[in-house]
Structure formats: C-alpha cells, structure tokens
C-alpha cells in the first residue's frame, strides 16, 4: 500500500505543479479550481488504468523482465520530471475548457507509462489506479489555493521531488524482484 501511495503522490506532483502555477498566475475562483482538480484527477486515474491493461497484457510475455521494464520506465518519468518539463505549456495559459481537457491529458501521459508497472506492484491495481485519481485531485485543488497565495515558487520543486520517489519506486520494484532486498 505504501508503494501505491508513493506512486500516487510522484504522479500527482505534476499536475500540483501546473494547478500552483495557475492558481499563481490566473487567480481562478472555487469553481475554476475545481475544474482544475477534477479534470487532473480524472485523467490521472484513467490513463494508469489504460497502462495497466497494456501491462497486465503485456505481462505474460516480459514476466522474466518486468521489474527491468518498470525500473526503466520509472527511472525515466524520474529523470524527465527532474528536469522540470512537464507542464511549463499548460502552466502558462488559463486553463479553461479545451485547453484544460488538453492539460489533463498532457500532464497525465507519464501515468499511463507508469500504469504499465502496476502488475509489479503487490497492490491491488484498481486500488492504486483509485489513490492516483483521489491523490491527484486533492493535491491539484490544493495547488491552485496555495498558488493564489504563495505564487510559482513552489512547482519545480514539487515536480523535482516526484521525480526522486518515482527513481526510488524504480529501485526498489528492482531490488524486490532481483532478490536484492
């Protein structure tokens, strides 16, 4: 469970990063801030349930490989949230109608190659699939409050943080797997 949560949280900073830069730049009212957080909850737990499926596919025929697949892959959602791109676009514009469906499914791709490791997860998939979506949307309404108050300093850093436990999920689905824990 502490897995999923981890994972839900590394999700989820991206889109808090975008909601905080909104918040900061754009002001939305309670209204628009919902929005925000719904559509980026929405679209984080459907795009890890789309990867879940691939994955549990998928699993029979990569089953010897898969904690290398799912360090792989989250190494490198880790490496590319590290560096800070995720979301500069969306944060740069007000974020209503089309443009926030857009958002939503741009700040949610990541999790759809993340849901893809969820079969190594000892987790039940739903479960995490649920804590991503519920996660996402508390913490992007919270972004867009503290972005009102607090301003575009605090993204990068969340987004910085995301990427380090998705690494440290990465490593240790490795470890478990390899025997090394």
């Given at each position: 469970m502490i897995e999923?949560?981890?994972?839900a949280l590394a999700l989820a900073m991206d889109a808090f990063a975008v909601a905080l830069s909104q918040g900061a730049r754009f002001r939305p009212d309670l209204r628009?801030?919902?929005a925000i957080a719904v559509t980026f909850g929405a679209f984080q737990a459907l795009m890890p349930l789309a990867g879940w499926v691939i994955g549990a596919v998928a699993l029979i025929?990569?089953?010897a490989v898969d904690h290398w697949i799912a360090f792989g892959l989250l190494t490198f959602l880790g490496v590319r949230m590290l560096g800070g791109h995720v979301g500069e676009e969306e944060a740069a514009r007000a974020l209503t109608g089309r443009a926030l469906l857009l958002a939503g499914?741009?700040?949610?791709i990541d999790?759809?190659?993340a849901g893809i490791t969820l079969p190594t997860l000892d987790v039940a998939p739903l479960v995490a699939?649920?804590?991503?979506g519920i996660i996402t949307a508390g913490m992007s309404g919270a972004g867009v409050m503290l972005g009102r108050i607090a301003g575009d300093r605090l993204g990068a850093w969340a987004e910085r943080a995301g990427g380090?436990?998705?690494?440290g999920l990465g490593c240790k689905i490795l470890a478990e797997h390899s025997g090394w824990l």
């Open positions: 999923a949560l981890l994972l628009g801030g919902l025929y990569v089953e499914v741009a700040t949610s999790a759809l190659a699939v649920a804590l991503i380090i436990i998705l690494i």
